[in-house]
């Protein structure tokens, strides 16, 4: 299958430094040939990396604003993190008022609609068979998590749509312009906190068609409005949602919604991977209610929100208490009566996307199961990214399935190294003389024997000390006391550098004793600095 | 064919239950079905968490093979002095701060020998217990 991808990447920008791989909550990115690569079917646009990077080379990609005027009728979908982007002093229905000025014909308030959603999932609950705890269907880059790292929670998702989707099919009923007999084509816009959205616009779960015909970048399209604020210019809409539908812009606020105390708020999508995790672990059971939000702070930590986050959250706490109410706007008997006929149901059921198998066949994953389990005990265990892929653990699966080489870790490459160092080349004395040029003054049986080791050395007591049976003694001396030595020894023999001729008696010696003598006009730095090359590998 | 080691210690909630979502998360990986990635990681988890409950220390096993799983629990603990009443539903010695945690409702050893084609059970009072489970797929 191919995915549609909001957040993408500009290689040319791309500097490699790894970043945002370890910041992906689904494992998506590597780092190869100094290039972020993206694997399209792990990636679930949620906007981690295009936070982290510094080179600004992930683009989150939203519509062009020049699409209001794809459509005879534009409305302009406004979900409550939107308002929470102006000061104190700006209320909703001042930005209503300038995203017409903007050049949208009707404007809706997404809050509405994320209240019908309250009263939906109060109605699921009620009518319908289900397993605790259930989760919140709004965050589509939860969604998607769910999707691609834990396919086994996936019927733990409230099969509603979201309310974002609901929003629009409202938008449109509500819009005058929409009705059979109107020739008039409506367009409805989302002015999006995130690319996540983006996503879930261009390509829904379940395959349907969505509702919504655009989004805006929220950053895109805050400078225009900011523009035409003005404060004696302030529209009221039928639908306004109250505080509660206002609240979901930030995490907790669909929680509480609900009235129950059995709930759970998290956000960021990290923190949603540990509750995730405690919910494969068999906890949470006494949870009827999971709100996962993917961004810090919930939508008004959105990638592509102007405002800082916490500073938005005072001011969308702030407005939900202003308009705090009873009851929500949304009426229950519209609700009641809508949602037995499917109007918030999902149209399909929510695919896992198979992407974490090691192989097609079983017995090719135990495998590789096997051979990466054998590859992590060589690995550092840091993390550290140098190789490409986030973890030491995802580097040996990368390398077992064939997605990375075997050699780019720096740390196991030192250490095979280190101990390469310790191994000494098997060899005979005789093969060592013929590769580095050595020439055999004494003959004896030895030089047949295995170099066990080198020794290089001009004081006597210390070859005495020091060198052991089988090693190479180098020196310059040439006078018979060095057969002795040799001899006492048991090295295999005697290597005399710098064009020193041994002495007659020496030779006599040697040969009495048995004790192979080289000669070369090398020095004894050259000597060890070759012998060292060659054994040493 | 896989061997994975996990050590498991007494009283360790902080750590309990990872060994379910591990071998879960592993089973997924390497594409066995759902139902016997299930009954394994259910078998796994009740016997981590037995030890965890009753015994001081332990380690539980688990050798993957392309035919199913098998898991043995091994631990040194207070042992079971009659195992015919701990197979019983219901039937537990679990302390109470243990049950408030959730715990502990005398389902652990009936659910694994449910989750299991194949189940065995050994034990010594004083000394510790042993326990044996093998999935088969299909």
Sequence with gaps: ???????????????????????????????????????????IDCGECFRVCHQHAWQAMADPLERIGDFDVSIALVPPSFYAQFGPEVEPEHVISALKDVGFQEVFDAAYAKEAMTRAYRMFMKTEKWEAPLISPACPAVVRLLQVSYPDLLGHIIPLDSPIEIAAKMAKQESGAWSDSSNQRVGCFLITPCPARVTAIKQPVGGRRSYVDGAFSMSDIFGLVFKKLDPRKSEKIGKMATGSGISWARSGGEALSLGTKKVLAVDGIHAVITVLHELERGKLRDIEFIEARACAGGCIGGPLTVENPFIARVRNRMLSEHRRSKSLAVPVEWVEENYPKGYFHLAGTIPPRDV?????????????????????????????????????????????????GDGRCE????????????????MTCRQLAERLGLDIAVEAESLDEEVKGCWCSDMLSDVMAQAGHGDIWVTVHTHPNIVAVASVTGVSAIVITSDKKPEDRTLASAR???????????????VAGRLWSVLKR | ?????FRVRGMDFTNAGEVGAKL????????????????AAVAAYEMEINI????????????IFDTGVEIIAEDRGPGIPDIE????????????????????????????????DIFEISSEVGKGTHVRSVVLRG
Excluded at chain 1, 14 to 40: H, Q, Y
């Design chain 2, 52 to 63: 965890v409950i009753h015994a001081y220390e332990g380690e539980v096993r688990v050798r």
């Design chain 1, 1 to 43: 299958m191919k995915y549609y991808h909001s957040v993408r990447l500009e290689v040319s920008r791309c500097i490699g430094c790894t970043r945002c791989i370890k910041v992906c909550p689904t494992e998506a990115i590597r780092v190869r040939g100094r290039r972020s690569v993206i694997m399209e079917d792990r990636c």
């Design chain 1, 512 to 526: 009495t004793h048995g004790v192979p003598i080289l000669v070369t006009g090398k020095s004894s730095f050259e």
């Design chain 1, 356 to 404: 974490l198998r090691m192989d097609s066949t079983v017995r090719g994953a135990l495998d590789r199961l096997e051979r990466m389990e054998a590859l992590l005990q060589e690995l550092p265990g840091y993390d550290c990214g140098a190789c490409g892929s986030p973890t030491c653990r995802t580097y040996a699966l990368d390398v077992v399935c064939g997605l990375a």
């Design chain 2, 1 to 5: 064919m896989t061997t994975l080691t």
């Design chain 2, 24 to 39: 879960k998360r592993i089973l997924h990986q390497i594409g066995f079905e759902r139902e016997v990635t299930r009954r």
């Design chain 2, 85 to 116: 009443l701990a197979m019983q539903e219901g039937y537990s010695t679990a302390p109470p701060e243990v049950w408030k945690m959730g715990f502990g409702a005398g389902m652990g050893l009936p659910n694994i020998r449910k989750c299991s």
């Design chain 1, 411 to 426: 740390f196991r490459r030192q250490a095979r190294d280190a101990d390469d160092g310790e191994r000494m080349v098997r």
